[in-house]
């Protein structure tokens, strides 16, 4: 084992001993308190790793649109006050639109 990484395990236990006598020493939970500090210290080690770009927002725009209207076609028709059933709760799709314009 290199210098540096017994000097970073001796740091994380010290640290994990530390925390675990502040919470009162509880028994059988030692290994919590060691990977809380194991999580504590690579924070310590890299502080802007929670500064990097979050890499879903990359691309923003999905590969497939999905219209809301189809959506909520598929999801069926809810209650609402009236539950009369003779309006839609949503746009029509464009699927829906062409056809009402052709039988026009």
């Known amino acids: 084992m290199a210098k540096n990484e017994?000097?970073?395990d001796r740091e994380i236990q010290a640290r994990a001993h530390r925390m675990w006598l502040e919470a009162g020493s509880p028994k059988?939970?030692?290994?919590?308190?060691?990977e809380r500090a194991r999580e504590l210290q690579a924070i310590v080690e890299?502080?802007?790793?929670?500064?990097?770009?979050?890499?879903?927002?990359?691309?923003?725009?999905?590969?497939?649109t999905v219209e809301e209207a189809e959506l909520l076609e598929n999801l069926g028709?809810?209650?609402?006050?009236?539950?009369?059933?003779?309006?839609?709760?949503?746009?029509?799709?464009?699927?829906k639109a062409?056809?009402?314009l052709r039988e026009k």
């Open 46 to 64: 890299h502080p802007g790793a929670g500064l990097l770009p979050n890499p879903m927002l990359a691309n923003p725009r999905p590969r497939v």
């Open 77 to 95: 028709e809810f209650p609402g006050r009236s539950d009369q059933g003779d309006r839609s709760t949503a746009p029509m799709t464009k699927v």
């Open 98 to 100: 062409r056809q009402f």
């Open 6 to 8: 017994k000097r970073h």
């Open 28 to 34: 059988g939970r030692e290994d919590e308190y060691l």
